[in-house]
């Protein structure tokens, strides 16, 4: 169960592969002006320059040689500025990236434990559950919208509305917290796996029939707690504009936070994520939650726990980043300029692509999170070690690019990585449906292949939407496009419930394992 299909990674290859393009074009950049300077110092005399009133002999320093003494450089070769990142005048933004990278990762890591093993919700349930999760991401022009054009304080309005989504999402996580978590539908850790039709009226007695009908509670608060930090971070992103702008001067690039600030506030949302995989593997691996700790948390208190991190950035945000006040923008000239984008012949081809991408993505057996509990038996520790390693081989892809100066044939790799990729996830879930291997290692390791072709597949968008952008629409195209993408995803979904709806493919089908049930859910 990779959690590459989570809008949350999707956002981190999408921001890693932004950062590392713009690290190329800047690198490329360098090496052209020296290649300039160094044409111009062999075309002039050496004593060209001459300054008034000095020594015979001596020249002046060309001023293309000067440039060292330009704040935030300190040579010759143009290097980015360093940021400190504890810097008051933006600090609170590296507090809401670690704050993002806990409750993105923590939420759907609570699927599987949760809802599938002690709840026995079924597997349609959780799969709707993800994708309800997702589509506060899907609706980020949305929230930009409202940002720009809901009347908010002039000086305040990006601080106020981040303010808002993390209350709103500290608020939902806490409430969880305050409602009795029920008791697990396998009471006795024997029965696990056992049809009901197979067990006798006193091991009845230690079934909850009435578990699955307690998760839409929790999902919905899960999915308000989504919305909160979304638009959260929208407006930080906006922030993050803001700060490379005004106190950066790299207003001039197109993308010029993912120059200065945003590698920074990625990284440690990428250290935050990781952090989480591991504490989830350790903190929710008792066996009421499919793992084989004698101690675990509840799931109550770790939503407590996640949202009292939430309250961190919506205490601290008014006073530890700095805003240019901002006007009010029209909301009809704001529509007008999103219909103008969609006119771009270049961005709707990038649009359907990245739509029909989406959708194929979100195709899925429905019958996921049962198989890998039933009969895999995925434990929870060791789903996330994977996803732990998944994500570091998102980075090291991401990293070889970058070392290839993005001269990939990116057509071969994504093609031969897709292809090897389904292979190896068709051989692992035929494999385990059938009986001829079943471990969770087989289950999970597999599909880990996919995480290259994921990863270039949006180096390769990020290079195709630099090309046909223009560069004061690069942020509204680029959040067009994210959007796009993860709207596919929940209509895949939709697609694959409605197929699974003729199949016998519920949890108490599975449990039986006979050969008509391996076979619909083949």
């Known amino acids: 169960m990779s959690r590459l299909g989570d809008p949350s990674v999707k956002d981190i290859m999408l921001r890693l592969s932004r950062s ?36 015979p002999g001596i ?17 010759t070769e143009s290097k980015a500025p360093i940021l400190n990142t504890w810097d008051r005048r933006w600090c609170g933004l590296v507090l809401h990236s670690v704050a993002v990278g806990i409750v993105s990762t923590v939420l759907p890591l609570c699927v599987y434990p949760f809802l599938t093993s002690n709840l026995n919700m079924e597997g349609t349930q959780t799969l709707s559950a993800r994708a309800l999760l997702g589509l506060p991401w899907a609706l980020k022009p949305v929230f930009a919208l409202f940002i720009h054009c809901f009347p908010l304080p002039r000086g305040f309005r990006l601080r106020a509305v981040m303010t808002f989504g993390w209350s709103v999402t500290a608020s939902a996580l806490i409430a969880v917290f305050f409602r009795d978590q029920p008791t697990p ?57 803001d700060v490379a702008t005004h106190h950066f001067g790299v207003s001039a690039s197109p ?20 952090c ?38 919506a205490t601290f945000l008014g006073f530890t980043v700095s805003e240019t006040a901002r006007d009010r923008q029209s909301l009809r000239q704001s529509l007008r300029e999103i219909w103008s984008l969609v006119h771009n012949c ?12 989406g959708v194929c993505a979100g195709v899925s057996a429905t019958a996921v999170n049962p198989i890998a509990f039933y009969y895999a038996g995925v434990q929870p520790l060791n789903d996330t070690v994977v996803s732990f390693v998944a994500i570091a081989v998102v980075l090291w892809a991401l990293n070889w690019v970058g070392q290839k100066d993005w001269n990939v044939d990116y057509r071969a790799v994504i093609v031969v990585g897709t ?57 509204a195209m680029s959040a067009l496009v994210t959007s796009v993408s993860f709207v596919g995803g929940p209509l895949g979904l939709a697609l694959s419930k409605y197929v699974d709806t003729q199949f016998d493919v519920t949890n108490q089908d599975i449990m039986t394992d006979t050969t008509h049930v391996r076979i619909h859910l083949w």
């Open 346 to 357: 270049g961005l709707n081809h990038v649009l359907l692509c990245r739509f029909v991408g």
């Open 20 to 55: 590392s393009l713009s690290q190329h074009e800047r690198e490329i950049g360098s090496e052209d002006e020296r290649q300039e300077e160094r044409k111009e110092s062999t075309a002039a005399p050496c004593n060209a320059f001459v300054g008034m009133g000095s020594p």
């Open 185 to 241: 539908y396998f009471q006795d850790r024997k029965m696990v796996g056992t049809p009901l039709a197979d067990l006798s009226r006193q091991q009845m007695s230690s079934i909850n029939l009435d578990a699955p009908a307690h998760g839409a509670f929790y999902v919905m608060l899960m999915c308000v707690a989504s919305v909160g930090y979304v638009l959260a971070d929208v407006a930080a992103d906006e922030l993050i504009r």
């Open 419 to 475: 292809i090897t990729a389904l292979v190896l996830d068709c051989g692992a879930t035929l494999f385990t449906i059938w009986g001829v291997v079943r471990s969770q290692w087989f289950w999970i390791g597999l599909p880990v292949m996919e995480a290259i072709p994921s990863a270039l597949d949006y180096t390769i968008s990020t290079v195709v939407l630099t090309e046909i952008a223009d560069a004061s629409a690069y942020s």
């Open 255 to 274: 993308h010029a936070e993912d120059e200065v600030v945003q590698p920074v506030m990625t990284k440690y949302r990428v250290i935050a994520i990781l």
């Open 59 to 75: 020249s002046l320093q060309p001023p293309d040689q000067l440039t060292h003494l330009e704040i935030g450089d300190s040579s």
């Open 276 to 313: 989480c995989f591991l504490f989830m593997g350790v903190g929710m691996s008792g066996w009421d939650y499919g793992g084989d700790f004698d101690f675990s948390l509840e799931y109550t208190q770790v939503m407590l726990i996640v949202g009292l991190i939430s309250l961190v950035p």
